[in-house]
């Protein structure tokens, strides 16, 4: 049965408990629970964490607290019943727990080892305070660094300060704000304090923390390592003033053994000393630490002989010192002590010893010896600071060792009462006596006794230093023959005071002789008394004293002889009568001089002093005694103080009328000096003096009068020092007038009490009328008045005792109204007058409200005095926060109220006027205390207040400036931050009273200010205040942790929601108002819904319906609300603010309203308008917040720019997004993309002289220059993005302008300008960049990207592979979708992100500057891959049955165009695909590509060779004839003979009869150039190699025989080879998906093929299915790896013609990287599928065929589409093996290539192969010309960087004949031709594996151009005579990389036309052409079909210029090569 537990409340979870039972509540240990029932070892509660889930837990996992439980029942609160700190830090630290961990995972490591530490100490803390053992200092102690420490981690992990007061978290409401705001500021400066590690003293007594803190050096000796001594020493330590010349401490004594050890064995560790006492002043002195060894023994160390062995003597050794300036910095800081070593240094002479000290220290090196090794006396030194008694608490060690406390001679700086001390300090100093006969010098020793008055000797009264015992008697150190001797030994005599006055000391005088027996003989004696006759005390001073003769016969026994005698001069003086017959005789020669030092509490040396104790003896001197009472010193006053006084009022009481003025001086004299801080310490005294020993009954009357007497004359006297001394003492003069009088009433049962109270009343008028007095005249005056005003609050107390609370007050109320209440006195009577009220609130007195209520009405009007001037602001704002404090604490009472009234009538006006004047200043402290000031007045007020507050208004005006002030206030206090970020208590507070106050202050404002007298400016303020409010940062409680939210929500609530009705109903109340606030609140409100508050947006988005609704109606639309509300809505978005849910609410919101009205339709379009606009914008700023890439940025802006353009027409906004993506493109370095975006902005601005005014950074200025600057930038951007075509406009443009306006300067610059863009174009190298089709599938794409597809243009040399990575990283959470077809719906629809990507190929639109014979490459090479907006890819299939024979006979391409919405390049890198279309391309189509392709990539190859481009290695040529001829042998173009060439293909396709004559046509071709390679191949060909090379011939010899046998009819040449082809494929438009049916290509190669792929390659088919039913995986041809392995980890890359796209890089930047690296992507695993790995790649840049695209063919036959080359490769793929159980890696790599390739595998090992794998790329073939109507094959050529021309094979044209004019042999002269330079592979529709585009070196000089008809019969070439229609011969350029941009080559030119060609003329330019040159009509070369005259004389012209001289072996080559061909 479960029952309700009684005690068991509170406990803490002891061990993890996983809830596995049915209701069982998960805990983990540490959690603390809430216990609610009980039932047979179980408890049912809730966690602390997550209260409201309940659950069962054991009872023995929880360790039960005590704790207090109010409201008992369902909704009992259970606090534990432990010290609050305890639960601080408990909560604390779980805070704590996860932010530290998060400090290790952002790398912030420092603070994560810190803060470990510091939460181990916190723990460790804790424990102690919890296990109860502490003393309470202790816990005081353990608090304060609890505390420390919480604060300072609170502060390093930004969380908010705790504010407390005596380390307990205080509650705000139980204090007030000022103080609250106080405790704010000691917590972080306590926070701030914690660093430091030095402990201040911080005392708890108002003014004693002025006391100056005592020093204290400990020093211990560790030992004395120098002991060649062999004997017994004193080691005598003492601190040493150099400046002074003197000692300034006692001495320390250590006795050593002869071994250096302590003599006591119980010493050992407690040889150590404490110096003490030393004052601030004393360390800053010269002070060193001086050692002197005294050792005992014989005479002389080195001398046995003298002095026998039993005698031992006192005898100087040595001495050691040590400057504490030099050891104090480094052990000021050490809490341990530090060891230092002292030399000690021995005296050269005797006589000199009393200064050796000061010869060390001032070096005089000649008077003393140096010790001869380093070692001496090893001391440790620490410094402590602090009262004797505080050090004895800190360090108990060191008293626990047996320190001997030294003591500094005379008095510290500080005179502690209870000190008493009786110490005379005794110097000898030293002696003059006779030789007496003797040869030599005498060996003194002085003995020195106390005795008594009756001749005892006083034992243990001489000290030779502390840390040894007194004795009786002491021996002087004995100085070696010297008659002259001088000690400088300082003794402490510490004689009891009961025996020092009758005391006297004796010295005696000792020869000690060296000679054998050693005795020590008496020569004589001197004496002095301790005192006085007269009481007094020796003096100190040096006293020269009488040397009396006696022998060792002589008997002091009667002492009295020779007291009587005079001992020094002063006394021979004073006693003259001395009796001549005496024991004793004078040596008149003889002296000795002592100097003595008094150090006493008890005895004084001062006569005055003693007078006036002893005034009865001399009653006729008491005027004058008690006038030199002031020349007394302090410590003498101190010493005797309650002595002084009781004497003083007994004169007084003795006669008053005579001496009552001088006692009240000396009185004033006494009371002041106790003010200094040296005597500060005897005002305890003096107050227990008053309560407990003063007598003075009758004192009062006097003290009185004389007081009255001094206040009186203060008007009349100039010089008023005795006046303003009375005025500081008044303090305790009250307190004896006080205690007098009490004293008089118990005495006299209180007689006199009327006269007593009218001399009191009297005497404060005396007070008032100084105060009264015009000061400003007189300074003495000020000084008077300040005395008085700043000893007057100190009187109260004493008042209080006579007289009850209101009299006083109305006593002091008197006073502080006499002081002139204008605030013109002088500033330091301001303060002196301030600071007394501020005394005068802080005073007990003030704490009565009866007194209050006198008081605060006079208090109150000096503060608004000083308010209204704003002067001495910070001492007014203590005062009222003093107030605010004590009506807090007694809120309680009624007449807090009236207080309250009062207060706000006085101060609440000038208070926010104050606070106005200091926030514009920023003033933060000030700020700071005036803002508590006004809270907590604010806060103190009631209804009934703010309702007189209202009331007491005169008039609305004065109503509505007090309305104004306050909200500014608020609204100040919110915008500046008065208090810090982390004051979150302060911040909280602050808000609760704002929302409170406007709670009471919004009824007046709708009351007022509504109808008639609506005024815009109040309400206008009063909503900016609650925008203000709700959007403060401390409010938004979504961002602090849950446990800070519950608590805030518990104690305040949402304050945000309280504003939001308070201001919704306010705007309701505006009424027909609201107008009024159209557009201009329409920002603010729409800041306030978009705080992420629901229900702040549920109340306040119907207002925008409101207004929109209001302008409906007065202006027919809204147009300004809508306006306004998109302008805001930007700029709050980019803030951060705004989310889905909230666009969704505010659809829903304003639909729902605005479905009922009449505009309905116009609303819903903008509210719709609205949202859209939205789902752009928090697309926009959540890719500009996150670590999002620029790609995503400028995607999002440019959609956010063309949204505001087209959708809603805000041309501001489009503006200033135009350069925000402006500058995204910059910073990208998209300079192109940049230009065009700033072209945007350009194109809306005219040639006009329309001014313009200031706009985002451009000034104010006309639109002709704005639209000038803009261009110039445009035209630079341009230029830095090599875009010159595009800029040339542009300069052309601004040339008419400045030629308009004759500004011949800048038309100068510009043309200039231009022209240097024509040659950039010209001479500088740029890449043609690759295109990639981006498809963006699922809805967690942005808005902006969702299932939408883009074609974007990739970064210089970015390969496939790398742009997917891009497009990866970019978009982590995407999966890369592994096949071409267009998406589903689930995948559109779905919550996720898929990437669809490959690469297209761009189709240019300017075909014709292309198809231009004479245009340079470099030229065309930009019109290649610029202005492009449609892109096409390629996608092979089988349609009908798969001939497994031969799978060509079905193989289909399906052309996939996209067209795009922008040209690129454009504003963007990327463009939306606006539409799609759908073209399939025959199989025998294909089948033509392909070999054209080879063709062309052959001859290039060998024109290279030819013309020498290629130095040195022939390998690339190899591999391809190699590559060709194998595949032919071994069935390459066999198989397209097999499948077209077969009578049932001709047949079922009577159409195709063209096209095959095509096809062989082809062929054919391609023998010829075979032929022509091999015989380039046999001049270059290594002798290594010569075995290959015969291979060739033999296997070309095969070829060329099977294809003649195969087509008898091409071995005559025959003008039917030229027939005329028809279109070759129906054209399909179609937005439908690809086929579904996968394919999977798998490209086959030799290992030879894997290690020296080249992009090369002859154009193989290979687009071979596998067995497995229609799946095509296509693997790269040529990959990374050197091996099998590799080959299998390569990626897929599927494409439609081959399998990789690859960017047209010169070969030297990109040979490392095979094209399957750079073209095909490079995925993750997790996008790979084992087997149907299949990823789509498109075509390069395949050059399409004119037959699938019939309709745009231009005059000469050529069409406008271009096809790129795909992926070429060197030798060509292999059928793929189709056997299920091979591997991908197997089949991938088969053992032998298949037969039936085009490009068969190499099979025999190339010994240098590879050694320049992918370093060249062939050259194109050139276009061949057709009659009308002819198509014939276009190939597109690549972007270069080479400024040169190579010459290639010359053309040739389908009609005449299947060759081109190849030379006959090596020697025949070089083409001239140029052309361009890209590499055609196979058809991308094929599949064909094609070689990949790269560039090739070349030299920088273009070899002169040559015909190269010479050498070959007219008739090889040409067999129609009669042929009209010359072919266009295209130009070939080679590209050079980037690396040799430094070997800046010549610039490109057209050459000029063989003779017999006329040009025609030129055409008109164009307008404003797209590109910068005039079009001209192409020059006709008539290399084929000439005249025999032209042909002669073109032959004979080119043989002139250039024909190269060869030796007999190329001539021979060349005959036999020619008669091959004649034969044939």
């Given at each position: 049965?479960?029952t ?21 509540l998960i805990?983990e240990?540490?959690?603390?629970v809430q216990i ?15 209260p ?8 023995n ?16 609160t ?7 700190v305890i ?6 630290l ?6 530290w ?11 994560f ?10 723990i ?5 305070l919890l296990?109860?053992h502490?003393?309470q ?5 353990v ?12 502060e390093h ?7 407390r ?5 205080v509650?705000?409401d139980?204090i ?28 708890r ?12 050096f400990?020093?211990s ?11 017994d ?6 601190l040493?003033?150099?400046r ?9 004594m250590v006795?050593?053994n ?20 030393l ?33 031992h ?14 050891v ?14 002292l030399?000690?240094?021995t ?8 200064q ?16 001869s ?8 030194l620490?410094l402590l ?27 510290p ?5 209870g000190?008493?001390?009786?110490d ?7 002696g003059?006596?006779e ?13 020195m ?7 005892e ?13 007194s004795?009786?008697?002491y ?13 400088g030994?300082?003794i402490k ?5 009961d025996r020092?006055?009758?005391s006297?000391?004796?010295f005696?005088?000792?020869h000690c002789?060296?000679?054998d ?30 040397v009396?003769?006696?022998d ?8 009295a ?9 002063e ?16 040596s008149t ?8 030092q ?21 009653p ?7 006038g ?6 302090g410590?003498?006053?101190v ?6 006084l ?13 001496y009552g003025l001088?006692?009240?001086q000396?009185l ?15 005002r ?24 009255k ?67 400003r005249s ?14 007057f609050?100190a ?8 007289f009850?609370?209101?009299?006083v007050?109305?006593?002091v109320?008197?006073?502080?109204g ?15 007058k ?16 009866e ?22 602001l910070l ?6 926060s ?5 009506i ?12 309250v009234?009062?207060m ?9 006027q104050?606070?106005?004047t200091i ?20 806060r ?11 009331e ?7 109503l509505k ?20 970020r ?16 406007v ?5 007046a ?9 609506f ?11 609650s925008v203000?409010?709700?959007?403060q ?7 602090v942790t ?22 919704f ?16 609140m ?8 978009l ?13 925008f ?6 302008e409906?109606r ?16 930007d700029?709050?978005?980019s803030?951060?603010k ?7 609410l505010?659809?829903l ?5 605005i479905?009922?009205e009449t ?18 914008l928090?697309?926009?700023?959540d ?10 940025k ?10 505001y ?26 300079y ?10 350009c194109?809306?601005l005219?040639?006009?002289d329309?001014?313009l ?40 443009e ?9 500004d011949y300067?800048?038309l100068?610059w510009i043309?200039?300008?231009?022209a ?29 990207l969702?299932?939408?597809e883009?074609?974007c ?46 690469a ?5 639109d300017n ?6 014979d004479?245009?340079p ?9 610029n ?21 060509f ?5 399906e ?9 690129l390049p ?14 399939e ?9 392909v070999?054209?392709n080879?063709?062309?990539?052959l ?12 130095h ?10 190699n ?16 499948a077209?060439?077969d ?5 079922t ?7 095959i ?24 060909v ?11 011939i ?10 003649y ?5 091409l ?7 030229s027939?005329?082809?028809t ?13 579904p049916?996968?394919?999977k290509?798998v ?8 290690l020296g ?11 071979h ?8 995986v ?5 990959s ?15 494409s439609?013609?081959?399998?990789s ?8 930047m990109?040979n490392?990287?095979?094209p ?17 790995l ?10 399409p ?10 005059e ?7 096809q790129?080359a ?17 591997s991908?890696a197997?089949?991938a ?11 068969s ?36 050529a ?7 021309v190579?010459p ?24 001239g031709?140029?052309?361009?330079n ?5 058809s991308?529709?094929?599949g ?6 790269s ?6 000089e273009?070899?002169?151009r ?25 130009r070939?350029?080679?590209?050079e990389p980037d690396?040799l ?58 043989r ?21 061909i004649?034969e044939q």
């Amino acid at each position: 049965m479960w029952t309700p537990t009684e005690e068991e409340k509170y406990g803490v979870v002891i061990c993890s408990f996983r809830g596995p039972v049915p209701q069982g509540l998960i805990l983990e240990l540490g959690e603390t629970v809430q216990i609610l029932e009980k039932c047979e070892g179980w408890y049912r509660g809730v966690s602390i964490k997550k209260p409201n889930v309940k659950g069962i837990f054991p009872a023995n996992y929880i360790h039960l607290k005590k704790a207090v439980v109010s409201n008992r029942g369902q909704y009992e609160t259970v606090v534990p019943l432990e010290d609050s700190v305890i639960t601080e830090v408990t909560a604390t630290l779980q805070e704590w727990a996860v932010l530290w961990k998060q400090l290790y995972v952002k790398h912030k490591i420092d603070l994560f080892y810190k803060l470990r530490h510091v939460m181990n100490e916190l723990i460790d803390l804790r424990r102690q305070l919890l296990s109860g053992h502490l003393t309470q200092d202790q816990v005081r102690e353990v608090k304060r660094h609890l505390t420390v420490r919480l604060d300072w981690g609170n502060e390093h992990l930004g969380l908010d300060l705790v504010p407390r007061k005596d380390f307990e978290v205080v509650d705000s409401d139980q204090i007030s704000v000022s103080d609250l705001y106080k405790m704010h500021l000691s917590s972080r400066h306590s926070v701030q304090q914690s660093t430091s590690q030095v402990d201040t003293i911080r005392s708890r007594h108002g003014e004693a923390c002025r006391l100056p803190v005592p020093h204290h050096f400990f020093l211990s000796l560790k030992s004395f390592t120098y002991n060649t001594i062999g004997e017994d020493a004193d080691v005598f330590f003492f601190l040493y003033d150099v400046r002074e010349g003197k000692q300034i401490s006692e001495r320390f004594m250590v006795r050593l053994n002869k071994n250096g050890g302590p003599k006591n064995p119980e010493k050992i560790d407690r040889m150590c000393a404490l110096f003490t006492d030393l004052s601030s002043k004393d360390m800053k002195k010269d002070l060193y630490i001086v050692a002197h060894v005294i050792r005992l023994g014989r005479m002389l160390l080195n001398d046995s002989r003298k002095g026998p062995s039993h005698l031992h003597y006192r005898r100087p050794y040595g001495c050691a010192v040590l400057s504490i300036m030099d050891v104090i910095p480094s052990i000021s800081e050490l809490k341990e002590e530090k060891d230092f070593v002292l030399k000690v240094y021995t005296c050269n002479n005797e006589n000199e010893w009393y200064q050796i000290h000061e010869n060390i220290i001032r070096k005089s090196s000649t008077k003393y010896t140096a010790p001869s090794s380093n070692y001496g006396l090893i001391v440790s030194l620490q410094l402590l600071r602090g009262e004797m008694e505080q050090v004895r608490r800190e360090y108990p060690m060191i008293f626990n060792r047996g320190v001997a406390v030294t003591r500094k001679i005379g008095f510290p700086d500080v005179i502690m009462p209870g000190d008493i001390r009786n110490d005379l300090y005794l110097t000898l100093e030293k002696g003059d006596f006779e030789r007496g006969g003797k040869s030599v010098q005498k060996n003194i020793e002085v003995t020195m006794y106390v005795l008594y008055a009756d001749g005892e000797f006083l034992k243990d009264c001489i000290s030779l230093g502390s840390g040894e015992s007194s004795r009786s008697l002491y021996h002087s150190f004995v100085l070696y023959h010297s008659n002259s001797p001088r000690w400088g030994e300082v003794i402490k005599l510490p004689i009891p005071i009961d025996r020092f006055r009758g005391s006297h000391l004796r010295f005696e005088f000792r020869h000690c002789s060296t000679k054998d027996k050693g005795e020590k003989k008496l020569f004589g004696f001197a004496f002095t008394p301790l005192m006085r006759d007269d009481g007094t005390t020796l003096s100190d001073d040096i006293h020269e004293l009488y040397v009396y003769k006696c022998d060792e016969n002589s008997t002091f026994n009667n002492h009295a002889l020779y007291l009587g005698l005079p001992c020094c001069k002063e006394d021979y003086n004073g006693c003259p009568n001395i009796p001549s017959s005496l024991i004793f005789q004078r040596s008149t020669k003889e002296s000795f001089s002592v100097s003595t030092q008094l150090s006493s509490t008890k005895l004084t040396q001062n006569v005055d002093l003693l007078a006036l104790l002893k005034w009865k003896a001399y009653p006729d001197r008491v005027m004058d005694i008690l006038g030199r009472l002031r020349h007394v010193s302090g410590e003498e006053i101190v010493k005797f103080l309650q002595d002084i006084l009781d004497t003083l009022f007994v004169i007084l009481d003795d006669n008053t009328e005579k001496y009552g003025l001088l006692v009240f001086q000396s009185l004033v004299f006494i009371i002041n000096l106790l003010r200094d801080s040296k005597y500060f310490h005897f005002r305890p005294v003096m107050d227990t003096y008053i309560q407990k020993h003063f007598a003075g009954a009758l004192a009062y009357k006097e003290l009185i009068r004389c007081l009255k007497w001094y206040m009186d004359r203060s008007a009349e006297l100039i010089r008023q020092d005795h006046i303003q001394e009375a005025m500081r003492a008044l303090e305790y003069l009250f307190k004896f007038i006080v205690q007098s009088r009490i004293l008089y009433s118990r005495a006299t049962c209180g007689m006199e009490e009327e006269q007593f109270r009218a001399s009191i009343q009297e005497l404060f008028q005396s007070i008032r009328f100084v105060l009264s007095l015009d000061s400003r005249s007189s300074e003495t005056l000020i000084f008077t008045q300040a005395a008085l005003l700043n000893s007057f609050p100190a009187i109260f107390d004493e008042l209080l005792q006579m007289f009850t609370v209101q009299e006083v007050a109305e006593f002091v109320r008197g006073t502080l109204g006499s002081m002139p209440s204008t605030v013109h006195i002088g500033q330091s009577m301001d303060v002196v007058k301030l600071q007394s009220i501020a005394r005068t609130v802080d005073s007990r007195l003030f704490s009565f409200s009866e007194s209050r209520r006198i008081l605060l009405p006079v208090v109150l009007h000096h503060i608004h005095l000083h308010l209204r001037q704003q002067k001495e602001l910070l001492i007014c704002s203590g005062i009222l926060s003093s107030i605010f404090s004590i009506i807090k604490t007694s809120s309680l009472e009624t007449d807090v109220i009236e207080e309250v009234e009062m207060m706000v009538e006085s101060l609440l006006d000038v208070l926010l006027q104050t606070l106005l004047t200091i926030m514009s200043k920023s003033q933060s402290q000030e700020a700071g205390e005036y803002v508590s000031c006004l809270l907590s007045l604010l806060r103190q007020m009631s209804d009934t207040h703010f309702q007189h507050l209202l009331e007491n208004f005169q008039s609305k005006d004065e109503l509505k400036e007090f309305l104004l002030k306050i909200f500014c206030v608020f609204r100040n206090l919110m915008k500046m931050s008065v208090f810090p970020r982390d004051w979150m208590v302060m911040r909280l507070l602050t808000s609760n009273i704002i929302v409170t106050t406007v709670q009471y202050l919004s009824p007046a404002l709708h009351k007022n200010f509504t109808e008639t007298d609506f005024d815009f400016k109040v309400w206008n303020s009063y909503f900016s205040l609650s925008v203000l409010f709700i959007n403060q940062p401390s409010l938004q409680l979504e961002t602090v942790t849950p446990v800070k939210r519950k608590k805030i929500l518990d104690k305040y609530g949402d304050m945000r929601i309280m504003m939001a009705y308070e201001l919704f109903s306010m705007w309701q109340n505006l009424g027909e108002h609201k107008i009024h606030f159209i557009p201009g609140m329409i920002g603010p409100f729409l800041g306030v819904t978009l705080v992420p508050q629901p229900e702040v947006r549920n109340i306040m988005i119907p207002i925008f319906h409101d207004m929109m609704d209001w302008e409906q109606r007065k202006n027919g639309n809204f147009k300004q609300v809508e306006a306004e509300l998109i302008d805001k809505l930007d700029s709050l978005v980019s803030e951060g603010k705004g989310d889905e849910n909230y666009r969704e609410l505010f659809s829903l919101l304003l639909l729902e309203k605005i479905e009922q009205e009449t505009w309905r339709e116009t609303g819903i379009s903008f509210v719709t308008s609205v949202t859209r606009l939205m789902e752009r914008l928090l697309d926009y700023r959540d890719c500009m917040k996150g670590d999002e890439t620029e790609n995503k940025k400028i995607g999002c802006t440019v959609n956010l720019m063309n949204f505001y353009k087209s959708e809603i027409n805000k041309e501001e906004m489009y503006i200033r997004y135009i350069h925000k993506l402006c500058d995204m493109h910059l910073q990208a370095e998209n300079y192109t993309e940049a230009a065009f975006t700033l072209l945007l902005y350009c194109e809306l601005l005219q040639w006009e002289d329309r001014p313009l005014r200031d706009f985002l950074h451009y000034p104010s200025q006309t639109e002709w220059q704005r639209k000038e600057a803009l261009s110039r930038k445009i035209i630079h951007y341009f230029n830095k993005g090599k875009s010159w075509e595009f800029g040339i406009p542009l300069c052309r443009e601004l040339a008419i302008q400045y030629e308009s306006l004759y500004d011949y300067q800048s038309l100068s610059w510009i043309r200039k300008m231009e022209a240097t863009y024509y040659d950039n174009i010209m001479e500088q190298q740029r890449l043609e960049p690759e295109f990639f089709r981006v498809g963006f599938y699922g809805r967690k794409f942005p808005f902006f990207l969702r299932n939408k597809e883009y074609v974007c243009r990739g970064h210089d040399y970015e390969r496939l592979e790398a742009f997917q990575q891009r497009m990866l990283s970019e978009f982590p959470q995407a999966i890369a979708m592994q096949h071409p077809n267009h998406p589903d719906d689930n995948i559109l629809q779905c919550d996720a992100q898929y990437l669809q990507i490959y690469a297209v190929t761009p189709i240019p639109d300017n075909i014709d500057v292309l198809q231009m014979d004479r245009v340079p490459d470099r030229i065309k090479s930009f019109y290649r891959v610029n202005n492009i907006r449609k892109f096409r890819y390629d996608r092979p299939f089988h349609k009908g049955p798969k001939d497994k024979e031969n799978e060509f006979k079905s193989l289909w391409i399906e052309r996939t165009t996209l067209i795009l919405t922008h040209s690129l390049p454009g504003i963007s890198r990327w463009f939306e695909v606006e539409r799609r279309e759908l073209v399939e391309v025959s199989p025998l189509e294909n089948a033509i590509q392909v070999v054209e392709n080879k063709n062309q990539e052959l001859r290039t190859l060998i024109s290279q060779y030819q013309h020498k481009q290629m130095h040195g290695n022939i390998n690339l040529l190899s591999m391809c004839l190699n590559g060709v001829i194998d595949a032919a042998v071994n069935g390459g173009i066999a198989r397209y003979q097999e499948a077209f060439f077969d009578r049932e293909y001709i047949t079922t396709h009577p159409g195709d009869a063209e096209k095959i004559t095509q096809l062989k046509e082809l062929m054919h071709e391609q023998v010829h150039i075979l032929g022509v390679g091999l015989a380039v191949h046999e001049k270059f060909v290594h002798p290594e190699m010569r075995p290959l090379h015969k291979k060739l011939i033999d296997q070309f010899q095969m070829m060329r025989s099977s294809l003649y046998h195969e087509l008898p009819a091409l071995d005559k040449l025959s003008p039917a080879c030229s027939g005329t082809s028809t279109p070759r494929s129906s054209m399909l438009i179609s937005h439908s998906p690809m086929s579904p049916e996968s394919i999977k290509l798998v490209h086959r190669h030799s290992l030879l093929n894997m290690l020296g792929t080249v992009r090369h390659s002859s154009s193989s088919l290979s687009s071979h299915t596998s067995s497995e039913t229609g799946n095509l995986v296509i693997l790269t041809d040529s990959s990374i790896g050197e091996t099998a392995e590799d080959m299998y980890h390569m990626q897929a890359s599927p494409s439609t013609s081959s399998l990789s796209s690859t960017h047209s890089a010169p070969s030297q930047m990109i040979n490392s990287a095979p094209p399957s690296t750079r073209g095909s992507p490079s995925l993750p695993d997790k996008y790979r599928h084992n087997r149907d790995l299949m990823m789509l790649l498109p075509t390069h840049r395949d050059r399409p065929s004119s037959a699938m695209y019939p309709a745009a063919i231009t005059e000469n036959g050529q069409h406008q589409n271009f096809q790129r080359a795909l992926l070429q490769q060197v030798i060509g793929p292999c059928k793929p093996c189709s056997d299920p159980n091979l591997s991908v890696a197997e089949k991938a790599v088969p053992a032998a290539p298949s037969s039936w390739s085009l490009d068969s595998g190499t099979r025999e090992a190339l010994p240098f192969l590879s050694a320049h794998v992918g370093s060249i790329l062939a050259p194109p073939v050139p276009p061949r010309s057709l009659p009308h109507g002819h198509y014939s094959l276009h190939f597109d050529a690549f972007h270069h960087h080479l400024n040169d021309v190579p010459p290639a094979l010359p053309a040739r044209t389908l009609r005449k004949s299947p060759l081109h004019p190849i030379p006959a042999s090596p020697t025949s002269p070089q083409s001239g031709l140029d052309g361009s330079n890209s590499t055609l592979s196979g058809s991308a529709s094929s599949g064909v594996s094609s070689l990949s585009e790269s560039n090739f070196g070349h030299s920088s000089e273009p070899p002169p151009r040559t015909d190269t008809m010479d050498s070959v019969p007219s008739q090889a070439w040409n067999t129609d005579e009669d042929l009209e229609t010359p072919y266009l011969p295209v130009r070939y350029s080679l590209s050079e990389p980037d690396v040799l941009e430094t070997l800046k080559s010549q610039p490109c030119r057209s050459h000029s036309a063989p003779s017999g060609v006329i040009p025609q003329d030129t055409m008109d330019p164009p307008a404003l052409p797209p590109k910068p040159y005039h079009s001209r009509l192409p020059n006709i070369e008539n290399e084929e079909g000439m005249m025999k005259e032209e042909e002669e004389k073109h032959r004979a012209l080119h043989r002139k210029i250039s024909q190269p001289i060869g030796g007999a072996k190329e001539e021979q080559a060349r005959v036999a090569w020619e008669h091959g061909i004649s034969e044939q």
